[in-house]
């Protein structure tokens, strides 16, 4: 079962009523904490860097040491508020008592207790489990209960940090460093981790989940355009069961492999190989072919792989990738623009596996290209050539006749497809659910009408910027009732 931020959910055998109703007081306890944030700071709470100073509060937290005292140490109003270690529980015995009483005014009448200390503590815990990691450390510095349930390890499957401004490095340091309490120096319950945008991020943050985060499953940088290849490596080679990679907008990082260390320490057996199935690198500038020869090389489980906007790939890296990767079901080339049509030839090596292709932007592929994936890959179901202006109602018809089973298909700004294409989709891919004919000047009422009696399951259909009537628009609506047709003409409505 999974949270609201895809982190996994605990399930504590709470009766059904407590359970439905645990978001609506997870998302009163954030409220909550938005009130404490702006009214104490008092309590001597692990809150690690994790929470930047509102725009409401002109004030920053104390510094607090590592053994839990106020240092008093002034902060500029600009910065944001960070604390750079993590503390102890919350002092004083009393409790969330102590808490309250810290927070109220002088003269101020101790109030009934919340709802939230009403509740049991496998209640209170199954809220928690809805918070993200922020609110989470929040939480924390409320009252000694709510530190002791914070933190337990069942709530710390799953690190999501977010901010250009948050100090990641210092936020994972700290945070391991406490989830390591209980097994030093190892954080054996943390599989994900995901800080994409922050761009603070660096090599540093990472090798400190590479040294303490060994059943790290899931890592999500994307946007963190400090990190490079060594930190990588690092992480690859430390948490065997890494599965899921993303790195898009790493622009420093050129290759995904092992260190050298955890290449000699392999058996000859098994080779150097990582268990990564999903890798995301897109808008990685440099990576190059001899890069993605490194990574075909290293991950042969791939599934789905992501390389859109890497302008340096060339055909040559396609035929590494379908020599090691047999696997690969979803690839994305969208805007490599130096690809053609023998790189097609590679990919359609993959055959029966691949399900999802984007060749968008790619102005080198035509008609030969598509013809080999539809000829060997007859299990495709998405295919997005948008602005391959080299392909026509040919390549299309070979698509149509070999794909049976296609679903979504994007041919948007392909001038040369016209009806005689779309006739083709009509006549043998009767399960198309989405269409993209953008910009394709070709196209006219008699494709559509043929599409509209053929394919039934159709559920968008996007002819904007195409010279089309509204009669044929109408057609279309009359026979596919639940299709989305998004379209310029103003006389349609």
């Not at 982190?7 to 109703?21: G, I, K, Q």
């Not at 953008?438 to 053929?454: I, K, M, Q, T």
């Amino acid at each position: 079962m999974r949270g609201i931020c895809g982190a996994e959910r605990v399930n504590f055998e709470l009766a059904p009523r407590p359970v439905a109703d645990a978001s609506s007081l997870a998302s009163l306890i954030k409220r909550f904490l938005d009130g404490l944030d702006s009214s104490t700071r008092t309590l001597s709470t692990p809150s690690p860097g994790l929470i930047l100073a509102s725009k409401s509060s002109s004030l920053s937290s104390p510094a607090l040491s590592s053994n839990g005292h106020d240092t008093h140490s002034s902060s500029s109003s600009s910065a944001p508020a960070e604390n750079s270690t993590v503390h102890g529980q919350p002092g004083g015995g009393g409790g969330a008592g102590h808490a309250r009483s810290a927070r109220q005014p002088k003269g101020h009448r101790s109030s009934s207790p919340s709802p939230a200390d009403l509740l049991p503590d496998h209640a209170l815990l199954q809220v928690f489990a809805h918070l993200p990691t922020n609110q989470l450390c929040r939480c924390a510095r409320v009252s000694r209960r709510w530190y002791n349930l914070a933190w337990d390890p069942r709530l710390w499957g799953s690190i999501r940090l977010t901010g250009e401004l948050l100090h990641a490095d210092r936020a994972i340091r700290i945070l391991t460093h406490r989830l390591c309490q209980d097994t030093p120096n190892v954080c054996l319950t943390l599989e994900t981790v995901v800080v994409s945008g922050c761009k603070r991020l660096t090599d540093r943050g990472l090798y400190v989940l590479a040294q303490c985060c060994p059943e790290l499953r899931r890592l999500e940088a994307a946007g963190c355009y400090n990190v490079t290849n060594e930190s990588v490596f690092e992480v690859v080679s430390r948490c065997p069961n890494l599965e899921h990679l993303n790195l898009a907008g790493c622009s420093k990082v050129t290759c995904i492999s092992l260190t050298e260390e955890a290449s000699l320490q392999l058996a000859p057996v098994h080779g150097q190989q990582i268990s990564i199935s999903f890798l995301d690198m897109s808008d990685c500038l440099s990576l190059e072919d001899e890069g993605l020869r490194i990574i075909a090389s290293h991950c042969p489980r791939l599934t789905h792989l992501y390389l859109r906007r890497c302008p340096r790939l060339t055909d040559e890296s396609l035929r590494h990738l379908a020599l090691h990767c047999p696997s690969v079901r979803e690839l994305s080339l969208s805007d490599c623009r130096l690809l053609g049509d023998f790189g097609l030839r590679e990919v359609a090596r993959l055959e029966g596996r691949l399900r999802y292709l984007s060749v968008a932007h790619c102005p080198r592929i035509t008609d030969v290209g598509v013809r080999y994936v539809a000829r060997y890959c007859p299990r495709l179901r998405y295919l997005n050539a948008r602005g391959c202006e080299g392909l026509t109602d040919h390549g299309l018809g070979h698509l149509a006749r070999s794909c049976p089973k296609l679903k979504s298909l994007d041919v948007g700004k392909c001038p040369l497809v016209s009806d005689g294409g779309l006739e083709q989709l009509a006549l043998y891919c009767q399960g198309l659910r989405r269409l993209s004919l953008r910009a394709c000047e070709s196209v006219s009422g008699r494709g559509l009408r043929a599409l509209a009696a053929n394919c039934c399951e159709l559920q968008l259909l996007n002819v904007q910027d195409c010279e089309v009537s509204p009669e044929a628009l109408r057609f279309v609506r009359r026979h596919c009732r639940r299709c989305v047709i998004e379209h310029t003409n103003p006389a349609f409505y």
